[in-house]
T-cell receptor
Framework: AQSVTQLGSHVSVSEGALVLLRCNYSSSVPPYLFWYVQYPNQGLQLLLKYTTGATLVKGINGFEAEFKKSETSFHLTKPSAHMSDAAEYFCAVNPRLLEYGNKLVFGAGTILRVKS | EAGVTQSPTHLIKTRGQQATLRCSPISGHTSVYWYQQALGLGLQFLLWYDEGEERNRGNFPPRFSGRQFPNYSSELNVNALELEDSALYLC????????????FGPGTRLLVL
């Protein structure tokens, strides 16, 4: 079964510090990979995605992620945290398998807190 | 470009009633997806509609149903509401040429009393 594991349900960083949110997946074939952000009482906003090509992908708001097939990982990073980055972040995979019918499988989410 | 829109933003129902949630996809998108985000249960896939047909269904009982209209908008119906149906219901859409990428709306928060 396809699954997504986000290490750490809560991550706290100081403003200006590096942000690292971890995501590992299990899949029999390399999936499509996504990071979404959810601000309180809002929907999900797509941060970035990996489908094919370059394994280091850049997204909005200064975030980037690297697909590492050998480690089945897709960790999200940002060099310098800003107070406005405080939100919940979800890693998701599209398994690219017929039986999954294009649905996204989500991790449990990581709440990012940014301290001033 | 307008994003995915959902209505209503909030909905309060009592047990046993029916709820209808609506979604308009991004212009040009043909696929619509529904997800449930319930407290403690995470984001769960409900339904996928494409070109008016139901293409995939998540592990939910039959009282969760929906449809997609010719203009690609969609509605989700939940019959015989139960307390545990209280959740944020998110709609997403994707383009025919890039179905793997889903864009989400703001959600409808359903509260069942």
């Amino acid at each position: 079964a396809q699954s997504v594991t986000q290490l750490g349900s809560h991550v706290s960083v100081s403003e200006g510090a590096l942000v690292l949110l971890r995501c590992n997946y299990s899949s029999s074939v390399p999936p499509y990979l996504f990071w979404y952000v959810q601000y309180p009482n809002q929907g999900l906003q797509l941060l970035l995605k990996y489908t094919t090509g370059a394994t280091l992908v850049k997204g909005i708001n200064g975030f980037e992620a690297e697909f590492k097939k050998s480690e089945t990982s897709f960790h999200l990073t940002k060099p310098s945290a800003h107070m406005s980055d405080a939100a919940e972040y979800f890693c998701a995979v599209n398994p690219r398998l017929l039986e999954y019918g294009n649905k996204l499988v989500f991790g449990a989410g990581t709440i990012l807190r940014v301290k001033s | 470009e307008a994003g995915v829109t959902q209505s209503p933003t909030h909905l309060i129902k009592t047990r046993g009633q029916q709820a209808t949630l609506r979604c308009s996809p991004i212009s040009g998108h043909t696929s619509v997806y529904w997800y449930q985000q319930a407290l403690g249960l995470g984001l769960q896939f409900l339904l996928w509609y494409d070109e008016g047909e139901e293409r995939n269904r998540g592990n939910f009982p039959p009282r969760f149903s929906g449809r997609q209209f010719p203009n690609y908008s969609s509605e989700l119906n939940v019959n015989a509401l139960e307390l545990e149906d209280s959740a944020l219901y998110l709609c997403a859409s994707s383009a025919w040429a890039a179905q793997e990428t889903q864009y989400f709306g703001p959600g409808t928060r359903l509260l069942v009393l």
